[in-house]
């Protein structure tokens, strides 16, 4: 009865194919001869087949051996491809992050990041809802809140939240190149659905009689700014590009908001539980 093969013993039978010559096939495989004479005829009676012609000076495939050969070596190699394949594929990551943190923060670092972890597969969800690591497929999230965030969470602060009021050098320039931060009642105040300004510690003078435009995003609320069209209250981490490259000026900081910008994940336990959700 015909007995099927271990791979190893397709591996060495596609090396004695090869070579035909049991020293050489005992030097790749770092084996005895002896061992290797010893496998092929294991191998042979467990097909019930004759693979080899023994020769004075070496081996001969037999006909039914050739065929054989032929097979296996092409399944070995589909086998070493997939193998290759996978352990080239790298680890998948899901990060969530809110998507003005996302456009103005994370993806223009994203080049960097990729450069110094190149096996991480990086998958970005941009979402102001809700991270449910139960539901969610989401490795980590990072979100604006004050914790505790929820049951099963381990947490790192990332940034506290500064908010700064910035608007654009045009604007600065449109309003004779000053802005007195403590009269905003000739000014547009562009707010977000975060609604910053409503997050200030006390409301700033002519903050009541100020035009309003409001925009879904911070990062809306941030190009609106950068376009001339008013006064935006935004985190920092957010407005510190822009100040950098001259698209933005910054008016006025306000450092005492208990919030921050924090990266969760669930602890190391790995028991995804209901209701582990990080704050939008």
Known sequence: MTRKPKLESLRM???????????LVAEELALTQSAVAQRVRQLEQDLGVALFVREPRGLAL????????????QALSMIDEATRALSSEGTRLTL?????????WLVPRLHDFRQAYPHLDLQLEASERLADFQTDDVDFAVRLG?????????????????????????????????????ELAAHTLISDAHDHWAALPRRMPGQARATTLRVSHTSLAIDAASAGQ???LAPGILVSRGIREGTLIMLRQFTNDPRGFYLSALRPDGKRRSGCCCPG
Not at 96 to 104: L, R, Y
Not at 148 to 153: D, E
């Open 146 to 182: 004050v914790p505790p965030f929820g049951n099963g969470l381990h947490w790192e602060l990332l940034t506290g939240l500064n908010l700064c009021l910035v608007c654009s050098p045009d604007y600065l320039a449109g309003h004779g190149g000053e802005i007195d931060s403590d």
């Open 230 to 232: 008013g006064l935006a």
């Open 62 to 73: 037999t006909a039914r051996g050739r065929h054989y050969h032929a097979t296996i070596s």
């Open 13 to 23: 039978f596609e090396v004695a194919a090869r070579r035909l010559n049991f020293r």
């Open 96 to 104: 969530s992050v809110p998507p003005s943190f996302a456009a103005k």
